[in-house]
């Protein structure tokens, strides 16, 4: 079991910190785990002009799975964008063909009360959205700012081709099939060429699981029902930039971004594991950051590319047992219980894996 570790930028290293320790109790306890940490993002950058270097790609190809905090920074922003932060991890995603991004929306019960959202519209909510993560207008060509009649005008390209739309579709229903069999797609199938075909193909499969019940939504109603009513959800299926939009407005249905996990699988089940989160440079360093999502990744890695469900439950366990206890890093703190911050939360895992 090898997994590459690159911790990133801002709160990036002192996220994956937490994570490391509990990598450690698991190899205390005899899973064969092997890490190893390089640098990416700005890092990257910072270390051998790069933001995905060489040796870091090198380690995260050969490594089963990859554990990533986060990047991005102030001082990277008027970088050319080749040399930015966020290239590094487009890249690897890239390189490594992860194409399926699986971003669970679960919200623990003793958050509740750290939602936004009121209690009935947000308890027991548990929801699966399933971001397409290598094409779409991240990738297409082509883009870039050109002139054009006197003035500079910026260019991007929205592009999906059929077999892309097929795979991602597929992860859908297999997801769907293993919950309870709804799957909705969400597209802009009434404006976008891309979205017509998407629709297309994605009903094409659907012929493939007659069990699961599969609905279409366009975006911008489903930003809104998500807010609205968000348990009518079950697994959401969608393309990249929806997917980047609605998964983040999805993780405020959890009480915190500082939750949320995530899995990039590419089609033989390896994965980098994150935290949907950013680098969060505005508290980096101050030990303020929740370790909790990174965490709750790593439970993921051991789950979808490890194939060890009972150490995955296990350590989601150990998270629900520290919610329990009360212990809160500052996002998710309410009045009347502990506030620690990011180490205390790591400890407070720790000690629940261990009893
Ligand atoms: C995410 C992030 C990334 C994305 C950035 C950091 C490139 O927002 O993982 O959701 O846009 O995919
Ligand atoms: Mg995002």
Redesign the pocket.
């Known amino acids: 079991m090898k997994i590459a570790v690159l911790p990133g930028d801002g709160i990036g290293p002192e996220i994956i910190a937490q994570a490391v320790r509990v990598l450690e109790w698991l190899k205390r306890d005899g899973l064969p785990l092997r890490w190893q940490q390089a640098p990416a993002g700005g890092a990257g950058y910072d270390a051998a002009g790069d933001p995905l270097p060489p040796d870091t790609l090198r380690l995260a190809r050969e490594a089963d799975a990859i554990l990533f905090g ?3 920074g102030v001082q990277y922003d008027n970088l050319p964008r080749p040399k930015r ?2 290239q590094g ?2 890249r690897l ?1 890239q390189e490594l063909g992860l194409f399926a ?1 699986l971003r669970p929306a679960l919200l623990y019960p003793e958050l509740v009360g750290a939602s936004t959202l009121k209690p009935e519209v947000v308890s027991g909510l548990d929801i699966l959205i399933l ?1 397409e ?1 290598t094409g779409d207008i ?1 990738f297409g060509q082509p883009r870039g700012i050109r002139e054009q009649g006197g003035e500079r005008q910026g260019f991007d390209t929205m592009l999906y081709s059929e077999s892309e739309i097929r795979r991602i579709a597929r992860v859908g229903f297999e997801a769907a099939m293993g919950r309870s069999r709804r799957l909705c797609s969400v597209d802009k199938a009434n404006v976008l060429e891309t979205s017509m075909l998407w629709r297309e193909v994605v009903t094409e499969v659907a012929k493939e699981y007659p069990q699961v019940e599969l609905s279409h939504m366009y975006v911008d109603n489903a930003a809104m029902q998500l807010v609205r009513n968000p348990k009518q959800f079950d697994v959401i299926v969608t393309g ?1 930039i929806f997917g ?1 939009i609605l ?2 407005e999805a993780s405020m249905l959890t009480g915190s971004i500082g939750m949320l996990p ?1 899995a990039s699988l590419d089609a033989a089940g390896k994965g980098l594991y ?1 935290p ?1 989160h ?1 680098s969060a440079p505005d508290i980096a360093g101050k030990d303020l950051a929740n370790p909790l999502a990174t965490i709750l990744s790593l439970a993921m890695m051991l789950r979808y590319t490890f194939r060890r469900e009972e150490m995955a439950r296990r350590i989601e366990d150990g998270v629900r047992r520290v919610l329990a206890q009360g212990y809160r890093t500052a996002d998710i703190w309410e009045p009347g219980l502990k506030k620690v911050g990011t180490v205390q939360m790591g400890d407070a895992v720790v000690a629940a894996l261990a009893g």
């Open positions: 986060s990047v991005g932060p966020e991890l487009l995603r991004n971001r993560l991240y990249n980047d998964s983040d995530s994150e949907i950013g």
